[in-house]
């Protein structure tokens, strides 16, 4: 069931995000050669905690950390580990916030120093495609016509869509109705009404979408070995448009 939230909801989910983009902001400037991921899932903590907020994705379905860090092939999910980020990585940051009982969520993919013109390109086209997305996701429009913008814009350049993982509702749980594919046909899927909010989360490879387990056990990886990106904000449906509560 599709939960819809009140101006008053929508604004602590705003504060929730707030909160959750200035941890992002600080994680993406760590994010260097020489870094583990498990020091920026620590960091991620201690920053959340210190706003006065809690991680969301600590012991969600068994994940034991507050940051899902996926390098690489490493499409969603994975876990922070001892691995050192090295020059030509790229990785997505994926995290989670409760606030005053509201979530939030986000996720970003950064280039580790130097990389590749195609690994920039990815980053770049998919961060772009939420863009087009999240255009889309107006009173009257609905759920086809957000994953259709994306995938129209996607398909051409040769990027596999992730089409087994996918955007979702959120406000006093993580996870909500409705589910938010990236990839679609317009006119199809339920109306967008004022007071929906919704996560709009493109997942791209350079190759396959098809998935297998990481090597973690827990997170997905592309099954042909191709990288990956992953940009997601927290969207509210409002009279004016659009509105990315997590904005920094």
């Known amino acids: 069931m599709i939960t819809i939230k009140t101006p008053e909801e929508i604004k602590i989910m705003g504060e929730s995000g707030k909160i959750l983009a200035k941890v992002m902001h600080q994680l993406e400037k760590m994010t260097k050669p020489g870094v583990s991921t498990i020091e920026l899932d620590r960091a991620a903590e201690a920053l959340i905690l210190s706003f006065g907020a809690k991680p969301a994705f600590k012991n969600y379905n068994k994940f034991p950390y507050s940051l899902c860090a996926s390098a690489n092939e490493d499409v969603v999910h994975g876990y922070p580990s001892d691995y050192k980020l090295k020059d030509g990585d790229i990785i997505g940051l994926d995290l989670g916030v409760v606030y005053k009982g509201y979530y939030s969520d986000m996720a970003s993919t950064i280039a580790v120093g130097k990389v590749s013109f195609k ?19 107006k009173i009257g429009n609905t759920i086809g016509d957000i994953g259709n913008a994306i995938q129209e814009y996607v398909e051409p350049k040769g990027y596999g869509i992730i089409k087994d993982l996918c955007g979702h509702g959120i406000g006093k749980e993580l996870h909500e109705d409705p589910q938010i594919p990236n990839y679609g046909k317009r006119g199809e899927g339920e109306s967008l009404i004022e007071g929906m909010v919704i996560c709009i989360e493109p997942m791209l490879s350079m190759g396959d979408w098809r998935l297998k387990r990481s090597k973690d056990g827990y ?29 920094n």
């Open 119 to 137: 690994a920039k390109k990815l980053i770049a086209d998919t961060k772009k495609s939420l863009i087009i997305g999240i255009k889309k996701a």
């Open 219 to 247: 997170g997905y990886a592309t099954k042909d070995g191709s990288i990956s990106a992953h940009f997601e904000h927290t969207i509210a449906i409002t009279k004016s448009g659009p509105e990315i509560l997590t904005k």
